[in-house]
């Protein structure tokens, strides 16, 4: 199933994968996707448990997807495949900004444990159609980060 013009956000898709919420969870892939009221309903449409995957933040839908480095038998899981409008694969340095307009295809994984049965929407590629250059908010007025990634406050007591 392919679902199409979603706005993207916080993309953390290429390269290496980024710690978990918890570091000691392991590294993931993540990408939050904002659908419009008529996307969701084509997502339940296909299936789709939308109410555990699909959240309301702000006045938007926020499809949160998440690919764990390492499959649940300990190999290492593919990465989640981006492409470039024209078909040709993206470059795993050029980063995607938020606000930039993706065609997601994807699939529906059945989960069946203590929490029951839910249908899991799986990214499978990303189709770049807008990009939006990631560019960083650290002004560097509140603090900058080194090469060694210490956070390194400055004028901590003045006001």
């Not at 916080?10 to 904002?34: M, R, S």
């Not at 299936?47 to 300990?74: C, F, P, Q």
């Not at 603090?143 to 003045?158: L, Q, R, S």
């Amino acid at each position: 199933m392919i679902i199409k013009n979603l706005e993207v956000r916080w993309a953390k898709i290429l390269g290496d994968p980024v710690p978990k919420y918890e570091p000691t969870d392991g590294n993931e892939w993540t990408v939050d996707f904002i659908l419009t009221d008529e996307q969701v309903a084509e997502m339940e449409n296909a299936g789709v448990t939308t109410a555990k995957y699909i959240r309301e933040k702000n006045g938007d839908n926020i499809w949160t997807y998440r690919r764990s480095e390492l499959k649940r038998n300990g190999d290492p899981a593919k990465r989640i495949e981006v492409v470039a409008a024209d078909g040709m694969a993206w470059p795993q340095s050029k980063l995607i900004g938020n606000g930039s307009i993706v065609d997601v295809k994807y699939g529906i994984n059945e989960i069946n444990d203590r929490k029951g049965q839910r249908f899991k929407p799986s990214a499978i590629t990303i189709l770049v159609r807008e990009h939006v250059p990631y560019e960083s908010k650290g002004d560097g007025e509140e603090f900058d980060i080194d090469p060694e990634g210490t956070k390194v406050v400055e004028n901590w007591d003045e006001e």
